[in-house]
Every structure is written in C-alpha cells, then in structure tokens.
T-cell receptor, first 109, second 114 residues
C-alpha cells in the first residue's frame, strides 16, 4: 500500500529552527509537496521537490532523498504565525497526490 | 472571483437528504479534485477530473458523485447523506495533470450530517 508518515505534533520556540520529517512509500514518484494549513483554513502550497537535494525559499527549505524515501521541511527564525499544520504529499505514478495526516506545529514564545 | 470558490461555507444536513457542494475556479485549470479532511486522517481524494468532460474515482468515492460539464465548475453531490459523511470538504485545482506547480484549494465546506 501507499503510506506517508510524519510526526503528529511538534513544539518549538519562537526564533528557533525546527525540522519536520516525512517518509513515504508510494507506487511511483512524481514529486513531493509541502503545504501549510492554518486551523480552519485551506492548505496553501509551500514547496515542491522532484530531484534530490535542498530547495530554499526564504525562511523555509525542503530537502528530498528519493533513495531513502525521505523529505524534511526546515523552518528557520520561527514566528508565532508559523503555528499551523504542515502537510507532506507525494505524487504517485498516476499523478495522484497521496497525503500524510499532517504535523501540527506549536510555537511557544 | 479569484482562485476557487466553494459554497456553502458550512451546512447542517439531515441524514437521507441530497446535497450538492459547489466549486468554481477562474484560473482555467484543467484538473480539479474533491477531498475530504477528517481529524487524524489527512486529506482523502473523493473524485477528480483531469479535464472537462472526464471524471475519475479517488480513494473514497462511495456515496458521492461529480460532473465536469465545463472547465470552471466541478460540483460534488451526496445522493443520500449519512452521518459518516460529516467532514470538511475541499475542492482543489491544478494547471496540469502532474500538478508540479501545486494545487490551489478552495476555502472548504464544513458539512455536518445529523
């Protein structure tokens, strides 16, 4: 079967750095996505990785290792507004997105 | 309209009633999707459409139907609602089958079936 695993919840301190991990097993691979979802709102696109390595976008970076079926989202200089759920999703061989259950990130002052 | 519009925002529905959730996009995206999101389960695909005139079943299609008469509209119908269909429903679109540029989501419909 297809499976995306990510931690259920993480806590970090304002100004710090946090890494959210995602491991996957899917039938085929056509890219990995990270989305941010604030409570009661729709998911919004953060990043897309299709090749191995690190993609940096301001305070957010996403890393992919296809051979290990592994990705992480790195958030630097955490702000209170970063409190949200972070969703990892993999596009399989049929170009369907398979979603993880999300990681709820709690930022403390 | 900018992006994807879903209606209604929320609804309380009696079991056994028929209901259509509306979804309209103005980005001329080819592909559209319906997801349900339940606590602890993440997003699950109900139905999708890669282009106007075609639809396909996702992971949890039972009890739901869709149509795609044109590019912009992708309504989701619950023929006879049951309490297990209580959920938050998101419509999404992408500009290609691959969706390499990400999906755009509507703001969601919170449905409670009683």
């Amino acid at each position: 079967g297809q499976n995306i695993d990510q931690p259920t919840e993480m806590t970090a301190t304002e100004g710090a750095i946090v890494q959210i991990n995602c491991t996957y097993q899917t039938s085929g691979f056509n890219g990995l996505f990270w989305y941010q979802q604030h409570a009661g709102e729709a998911p919004t696109f953060l990043s897309y990785n299709v090749l191995d390595g690190l993609e940096e976008k301001g305070r957010f970076s996403s890393f992919l290792s296809r051979s290990k079926g592994y990705s992480y989202l790195l958030l630097k200089e955490l702000q209170m507004k970063d409190s949200a759920s972070y969703l990892c999703a993999v596009m399989d061989s049929n170009y369907q997105l398979i979603w993880g259950a999300g990681t709820k990130l709690i930022i403390k002052p | 309209i900018a992006g994807i519009t879903q209606a209604p925002t929320s609804q309380i529905l009696a079991a056994g009633r028929r209901m259509t959730l509306r979804c309209t996009q103005d980005m001329r995206h080819n592909a559209m999707y319906w997801y349900r999101q339940d606590l602890g389960l993440g997003l699950r695909l109900i139905h999708y459409s890669n282009t106007a005139g075609t639809t396909g079943k996702g992971e949890v299609p039972d009890g739901y139907s869709v149509s795609r008469a044109n590019t912009d509209d992708f309504p989701l119908t619950l023929a006879s609602a049951v309490p297990s269909q209580t959920s938050v429903y998101f419509c999404a679109s992408s500009d290609s089958e691959g969706g390499g540029y990400g999906y755009t989501f509507g703001s969601g419909t919170r449905l409670t079936v009683v």
